[in-house]
T-cell receptor, first 113, second 112 residues
Framework: QQQVKQSPQSLIVQKGGISIINCAYENTAFDYFPWYQQFPGKGPALLIAIRPDVSEKKEGRFTISFNKSAKQFSLHIMDSQPGDSATYFCAARSGGGADGLTFGKGTHLIIQP | DVKVTQSSRYLVKRTGEKVFLECVQDMDHENMFWYRQDPGLGLRLIYFSYDVKMKEKGDIPEGYSVSREKKERFSLILESASTNQTSMYLC???????????FGPGTRLTVT
């Protein structure tokens, strides 16, 4: 049973455009929703995260939108740059920091110059 | 600077061999995790540990075991490697009260 569904699997965006990646979850006990960015040959790194008490969080060009009633959250990358080309994973967790994350399947993002 | 290191970047083993994957973190973190990453499947949690000698099963623990004898080191053990365990293995750590997990570069294991 896939607890976090991520779409699309791959995405091509022109430089300067907006990249949008969507995730949906099933477990209402989830209370922490991070996005990780992974470059080839590297481990994933935390990009931005949100908790369900807010509907939006922005850090620079990256924004998470969260819809608790729909059990959905999304990553928006504004003014997308070729350096943003990477694989992005959404994730979710219930309980505290000692618990592991449940990841989506990932989105391969390509920003064309 | 935060650092999680994994003993090998690439490893090739034969079916039936016992395989040890080592992970070391230098951040004095209490929590450590092992995930496997497969194309189209994302990352899946194998085992995690919140303290020395403590371990918890993740979503896919079958065929694996772990050892945590020291705070900084978390080992993943494949008792009898099989071809379906060919994968990228990622180790991560986080502080006791923290949310962010810090990942190592991964070990790409091939079982032939």
């Amino acid at each position: 049973q896939q607890q976090v569904k991520q779409s699309p699997q791959s995405l091509i965006v022109q430089k300067g455009g907006i990249s949008i990646i969507n995730c949906a979850y099933e477990n209402t006990a989830f209370d922490y929703f991070p996005w990780y960015q992974q470059f080839p040959g590297k481990g994933p790194a935390l990009l931005i995260a949100i908790r369900p008490d807010v509907s939006e969080k922005k850090e620079g060009r990256f924004t998470i939108s969260f819809n608790k009633s729909a059990k959905q959250f999304s990553l928006h990358i504004m003014d997308s740059q070729p350096g943003d080309s990477a694989t992005y994973f959404c994730a979710a967790r219930s309980g505290g920091g000692a618990d592991g994350l449940t990841f989506g399947k990932g989105t391969h993002l390509i920003i064309q110059p | 600077d935060v650092k999680v290191t994994q003993s090998s970047r690439y490893l090739v083993k034969r079916t039936g061999e016992k395989v040890f994957l080592e992970c070391v973190q230098d951040m004095d973190h209490e929590n450590m995790f092992w995930y496997r990453q497969d194309p189209g499947l994302g990352l899946r949690l194998i085992y995690f540990s919140y303290d020395v000698k403590m371990k918890e099963k993740g979503d896919i623990p079958e065929g694996y075991s772990v050892s945590r004898e020291k705070k900084e080191r978390f080992s993943l053990i494949l008792e009898s490697a099989s071809t379906n365990q060919t994968s990228m293995y990622l180790c991560a750590s986080s502080p006791k009260q923290g949310d962010e997990q810090y990942f190592g570069p991964g070990t790409r294991l091939t079982v032939t």
